[in-house]
């Protein structure tokens, strides 16, 4: 008796145009253009479904885009108008008149703000106009009368008279100015009153900058949508691993020399590890943020090629040390582009 063989099984096929399965997921854009190339889309389909998934700006986006951009560039413009207005006409003009228009330039900034309502955006860029003319102020009050204030106390003042302002104003880009006006404070301040050691200053800027980018992304996290913005944390981080870098970069260059290391370079270069670390923690599994990662990746190409330059001044700094230098270079960066395009890909997949 001759058993039957059982039947064979088909090997699997990739899925056709009509199968359902190449429609699961999100629209990708690689999901997108499978799409097109199995014949699903055609050009019109395929650049609609562009535009439908957000790849492609519409009509009512590129409108929104340059009512943004008009804005800014009414704001920037009136503000640096009135700025040099004053420095044109600053030795015929009586003190009380350059008080009077700041003043006034302020009041009708603030009128702004409050008849278009401080949820809208028009009336945000109105609280940043006023933000901005109390600086103004301040320099006129202190050319005027020439107080010889140092200029850190100038920038502190600016940021106490426009803190109220920024709390009620819910507003990203004014916490973002309030923070550079902090900066600018801390740096005046090491610069005029000095610290013991210079690096501390880096320290200070770069715990400044890692804190507001912290509160940023926990605040963003727990709904507070007027923290949405990507480009003022990007900002941040780059100021913080930058204030990070120079102690790093410090001790790389002291560390044949242990009587010139000191506590400070010790600190910045443990801050900056744990800054890059959590930077590449935090925005490759919680927060997918590639402009991030990026700055991490190629600070610690920054802090490799410092060492390989450091030793290689050492011993060889002629053409065979600067054909390592560059070959170690271009190693780093084809390493760190290879290792941002795999983050992006395991994104995608991630998402379906």
């Given at each position: 008796?001759?058993?039957?063989?059982?039947?064979?099984?088909?090997?699997?096929?990739?899925?056709?145009?009509?199968?359902?399965?190449?429609?699961?997921?999100?629209?990708?854009?690689?999901?997108?253009?499978?799409?097109?190339?199995?014949?699903?889309?055609?050009?019109?389909?395929?650049?609609?479904?562009?535009?439908?998934?957000?790849?492609?700006?519409?009509?009512?986006?590129?409108?929104?885009?340059?009512?943004?951009?008009?804005?800014?560039?009414?704001?920037?413009?009136?503000?640096?108008?009135?700025?040099?207005?004053?420095?044109?006409?600053?030795?015929?003009?009586?003190?009380?008149?350059?008080?009077?228009?700041?003043?006034?330039?302020?009041?009708?900034?603030?009128?702004?703000?409050?008849?278009?309502?401080?949820?809208?955006?028009?009336?945000?860029?109105?609280?940043?106009?006023?933000?901005?003319?109390?600086?103004?102020?301040?320099?006129?009050?202190?050319?005027?009368?020439?107080?010889?204030?140092?200029?850190?106390?100038?920038?502190?003042?600016?940021?106490?008279?426009?803190?109220?302002?920024?709390?009620?104003?819910?507003?990203?880009?004014?916490?973002?100015?309030?923070?550079?006006?902090?900066?600018?404070?801390?740096?005046?301040?090491?610069?005029?009153?000095?610290?013991?050691?210079?690096?501390?200053?880096?320290?200070?800027?770069?715990?400044?900058?890692?804190?507001?980018?912290?509160?940023?992304?926990?605040?963003?996290?727990w709904g507070c949508g007027w923290l949405s913005g990507r480009w003022e944390p990007r900002l941040m981080a780059l100021a913080a691993f930058i204030f990070a870098l120079i102690p790093t970069i410090a001790l790389i260059w002291s560390w044949h020399s242990p009587a010139e290391i000191d506590r400070s370079m010790v600190i910045g270069t443990v801050l900056y590890l744990v800054l890059t670390g959590a930077v590449i923690f935090i925005y490759t599994y919680i927060i997918h943020d590639l402009f991030m990662l990026t700055l991490a990746a190629f600070s610690l190409v920054a802090v490799i090629t410092s060492a390989v330059v450091h030793e290689v001044s050492r011993t060889d700094f002629?053409?065979?040390?600067?054909?390592?230098?560059?070959?170690?270079?271009?190693?780093?960066?084809?390493?760190?582009?290879?290792?941002?395009?795999?983050?992006?890909?395991?994104?995608?997949?991630?998402?379906?």
């Amino acid at each position: 008796m001759i058993n039957p063989q059982p039947p064979l099984t088909p090997p699997p096929e990739e899925p056709l145009p009509d199968s359902p399965a190449i429609f699961e997921g999100r629209a990708s854009l690689e999901r997108l253009e499978m799409l097109a190339e199995k014949g699903v889309l055609n050009r019109a389909g395929f650049e609609r479904a562009l535009v439908l998934a957000g790849y492609i700006p519409n009509g009512e986006g590129w409108r929104r885009f340059l009512d943004y951009s008009l804005l800014a560039l009414a704001v920037a413009f009136s503000l640096s108008g009135i700025i040099f207005f004053f420095a044109f006409n600053w030795a015929e003009m009586h003190r009380f008149t350059k008080f009077g228009l700041v003043e006034a330039g302020i009041l009708i900034c603030l009128g702004f703000a409050y008849y278009r309502g401080l949820n809208t955006l028009p009336g945000k860029a109105g609280l940043i106009g006023a933000a901005v003319l109390v600086g103004a102020l301040l320099a006129v009050q202190g050319q005027v009368y020439q107080t010889g204030a140092d200029a850190y106390t100038l920038f502190l003042y600016w940021a106490v008279f426009i803190l109220g302002w920024a709390i009620v104003g819910l507003s990203g880009p004014l916490w973002f100015l309030w923070l550079v006006l902090l900066n600018l404070t801390l740096w005046f301040y090491g610069e005029q009153a000095g610290f013991a050691d210079e690096l501390t200053l880096f320290n200070l800027l770069f715990a400044l900058n890692g804190l507001g980018l912290a509160l940023w992304e926990v605040g963003h996290a727990w709904g507070c949508g007027w923290l949405s913005g990507r480009w003022e944390p990007r900002l941040m981080a780059l100021a913080a691993f930058i204030f990070a870098l120079i102690p790093t970069i410090a001790l790389i260059w002291s560390w044949h020399s242990p009587a010139e290391i000191d506590r400070s370079m010790v600190i910045g270069t443990v801050l900056y590890l744990v800054l890059t670390g959590a930077v590449i923690f935090i925005y490759t599994y919680i927060i997918h943020d590639l402009f991030m990662l990026t700055l991490a990746a190629f600070s610690l190409v920054a802090v490799i090629t410092s060492a390989v330059v450091h030793e290689v001044s050492r011993t060889d700094f002629e053409a065979s040390g600067l054909l390592l230098i560059g070959l170690v270079i271009i190693v780093q960066a084809a390493l760190a582009v290879n290792w941002l395009q795999r983050v992006a890909r395991s994104w995608e997949v991630a998402h379906g």
